[in-house]
């Protein structure tokens, strides 16, 4: 049973931007706040940002400044918008709830690839 599906990753040039989307099912979004979490190459997945189901928003200090979340509660949608993307944002991106421990079915994620 799918529960979340990434879009939106791809390949950028360095200082770049990037739009993900993300759906979820609407048991799991409704109820909950959302996030992006990342597992670059060799790394674990790590949450980036995340919207609560008021739409206050937070980041970790390597998104702040330059990612943007926001949620749309009646599409069931999860936005993250990348900006100035450095080589280090390399990475599988994946939409879920927050904590994660609320949605066991991971998406496939998305590719996110910083390089000139």
């Known amino acids: 049973q799918v529960q979340v599906l990434e879009t939106g990753g791809g390949l950028v040039q360095p200082g770049g931007s990037l739009t993900l989307s993300c759906v979820a099912s609407?048991?799991?979004?409704?109820?909950?706040?959302m996030g992006w979490y990342r597992r670059g190459p060799g790394n674990e997945r790590d949450l980036v940002a995340w919207?609560?189901?008021?739409?206050?928003?937070n980041y970790t200090m390597s998104a702040k400044g330059r990612f943007t979340i926001s949620r749309d509660n009646a599409k069931n949608t999860v936005t993250l918008q990348m900006n100035a993307l450095k080589p280090e944002d390399t990475a599988v991106y994946f939409c879920?709830?927050?904590?994660?421990?609320?949605?066991?079915?991971w998406g496939q994620g998305t590719q996110v690839t910083v390089s000139s």
């Open positions: 609407e048991n799991i979004f409704r109820l909950n706040a």
């Open positions: 879920n709830t927050v904590p994660s421990i609320y949605n066991s079915n």
């Open positions: 919207v609560t189901r008021r739409g206050n928003t």
